[in-house]
């Protein structure tokens, strides 16, 4: 895969926290949720390097699991950056 530029890096590290967002809302009402935190660190040196962390706090009478939400999340939003890198920059 060639180098990325920062707009690149920027749009991908969009396209993963915004993913993440999709799928935890796919899976808990908006009214469950007290706070989220999502972030992507994307760099690019020899390969990409993705981390993608994400930080919820549900409330107490929500019947999801915190834990696996925030992992499940985590890997919907690294499928959906695969197919959105072999689409846009292979």
Known sequence: MRRLTDEELGKVSEVAVEAAENYIL??????????????????YEDVLNVDIT??????E????DENEIAESAVDAALKELDVFIDENFR
Do not use: P
């Open 26 to 43: 796919s899976r808990v009402s908006k009214k469950e949720i007290l706070d989220l935190d999502i972030n992507a660190d994307v760099t």
């Open 54 to 59: 994400v930080d919820i706090d549900l409330d």
């Open 61 to 64: 009478l929500s019947a999801a």
